[in-house]
């Protein structure tokens, strides 16, 4: 079975620039979140989807990011502008449902806003 | 809030010494917890839970019992290798509460031959 897929691995932006991350949930799997992980913390969520609804977007700054996914399936992220504090890996995790408490994490696109 | 709370690393072992590391918390309900372990490079991959108290988590010679008394879900393991080298993250989920981890600061083991 595959796992979570995110691409790009790896982005380097300048300040107030835009970006995208996309990522590819395990198959089936109706919950995706996206975290952020800053260097030396723990991964902090973003957003929360079930299927192609947000459950919970609380803690996303939404002047700068914003995330759809609208088949229900895949998703992306974006902030724009991007500011240096930005910088961080940004995680993706999946679920069967919303019962289901173990999360299956991507590898992360790390990003360095410069 | 919700919260976890791990010792700083990085903790710095031989190769076959004991590995113990602290996590307590705090939650407002009854939290099912969890011990992540996130590789050089890679994602973070689940390796060990415990859903109510005195359950012990277990895997790859990795243990952590739930102490609700303590609020704590300390990891161990009797003999480490080179190869757990890795930052280690413990988290919380609440009963009810969607299913949205709140992760520690991660915990960096290295371990040296």
């Known amino acids: 079975e595959a796992g979570v897929a995110q691409s790009p691995r790896y982005k380097i932006i300048e300040k107030r620039q835009s970006v995208a991350f996309w990522c590819n949930p395990i198959s089936g799997h109706a919950t995706l979140y996206w975290y952020q992980q800053i260097l030396g913390q723990g991964p902090k969520l973003l957003i929360q989807?079930?299927?192609?609804?947000?459950?919970?977007d609380s803690q996303l700054p939404k002047d700068r990011f914003s995330a759809e996914r609208l088949k229900g399936v895949d998703s992306t992220l974006k902030i724009q502008p991007a500011k240096l504090e930005d910088s961080a890996v940004y995680l993706c995790?999946?679920?069967?449902?919303?019962?289901?408490?173990?999360?299956?994490f991507g590898p992360g696109t790390r990003l360095t806003v410069l | 809030g919700d919260s976890v709370t791990q010792m700083e690393g990085p903790v710095t072992l031989s190769e076959e010494a004991f590995l113990t590391i602290n996590c307590t918390y705090t939650a407002t309900g009854y939290p099912s917890l969890f011990w992540y372990v996130q590789y050089p490079g890679e994602g973070l991959q689940l390796l060990l839970k415990?859903?109510?108290?005195?359950d012990k988590g277990s895997n790859k010679g990795f243990e952590a019992t739930y102490r609700k008394e303590t609020t704590s879900f300390h990891l161990e393991k009797g003999s480490v290798q080179v190869s757990d080298s890795a930052v280690y993250f413990c988290a919380l989920i609440l009963t009810g509460g969607g299913n949205k981890l709140t992760f520690g600061t991660g915990t960096q083991l290295k371990v040296e031959l």
């Open positions: 995790a999946s679920i069967p449902g919303i019962s289901y408490n173990e999360q299956f």
């Open positions: 989807f079930q299927n192609n609804g947000v459950v919970d």
């Open positions: 415990a859903t109510k108290a005195d």
